[in-house]
């Protein structure tokens, strides 16, 4: 079974900075291109940005608001995905999950699997 | 950028068919996911490549997409069904997944 267990969240100020983890288990990390979703309360979900595995690039894509501000990485080693979150701002106020890609007999598809439970970013002064 | 429109709500009585519709330009020519998402938990794919279902997903739940408007089905609804509901693509254009405006369904 997968699990996908994030961590990091916290309550920062306008500006300031934060550290996301998603440890992951029960599947093959390596070949895994990993997103980080978000949702603001009470709002709908929003993606923020996508890895791939290091085998097809391991390269990055960012949604807009985050581009410049955000970076994501991974350790394969350690199966964990993570987001760097600099300047942050109080629209960056969310539960950020961490998602794979679905892949089903040997296809993978543009859709999200294996969610995790979420961890909460409040950004306020 | 790529733009998913949904409808707010949707209210639907039980046993009866809910559809809920997401509408883009020329979506018919993307590949379309939908989500299931319940208060407090994260969401879970129920529909995938427009039409397809995860394994464990109910019958219950089909798909459709073409022209501008793809479109989720669930039949027979439950009072399990009330969730909020998103659909997603992915925009080729600028290498971004992008989701719908969400559709909270409501069982009566």
């Known amino acids: 079974e997968v699990q996908l267990v994030e961590s990091g969240g916290d309550l920062v100020k306008p500006g300031g900075s934060l550290r996301l983890s998603c440890a992951a288990s029960?599947?093959?990390?390596?070949?895994?291109?990993m997103s980080w979703v978000r949702q603001a309360p009470g709002k709908g979900l929003e993606w923020v940005g996508r890895?791939?595995?290091?085998?097809?690039?391991?390269?990055?894509d960012y949604a807009a608001p985050v581009q410049g501000r955000f970076s994501i990485s991974r350790d394969d080693s350690k199966t964990t995905l993570y987001l760097q979150m600099n300047s942050l701002k109080t629209e960056d106020t969310a539960v950020y999950y961490c998602?794979?890609?679905?892949?089903?007999?040997?296809?993978?598809?543009?859709?999200?699997?294996?969610w995790g439970q979420g961890t909460l970013v409040i950004v306020s002064s | 950028s790529y733009v998913l429109t949904q409808p707010p709500s949707v209210s639907v009585a039980p046993g009866k068919t809910a559809r809920i519709t997401c509408g883009g330009n020329?979506?018919?020519?993307?590949?379309v996911h939908w989500y299931q998402q319940k208060p407090g938990q994260a969401p879970l794919l129920v529909i995938y490549?427009?039409?397809d279902r995860p394994s464990g997903i109910p019958e219950r739940f089909s798909g459709s997409n073409s022209g501008n408007t793809a479109t989720l089905t669930i039949s027979r609804v439950e009072a399990g069904d009330e969730a909020d509901y998103y659909c997603?693509?992915?925009?080729?254009?600028?290498?971004?997944?992008?989701f719908g405006t969400g559709t909270k369904v409501t069982v009566l």
């Open positions: 020329n979506i018919g020519s993307k590949s």
């Open positions: 998602t794979t890609r679905y892949c089903s007999d040997g296809y993978c598809y543009s859709a999200l699997d294996n």
């Open positions: 997603q693509v992915w925009d080729t254009n600028s290498d971004h997944y992008v």
């Open positions: 490549y427009d039409s």
């Open positions: 890895i791939k595995s290091k085998t097809d690039s391991g390269t990055t």
């Open positions: 029960g599947l093959t990390f390596t070949n895994a291109w």
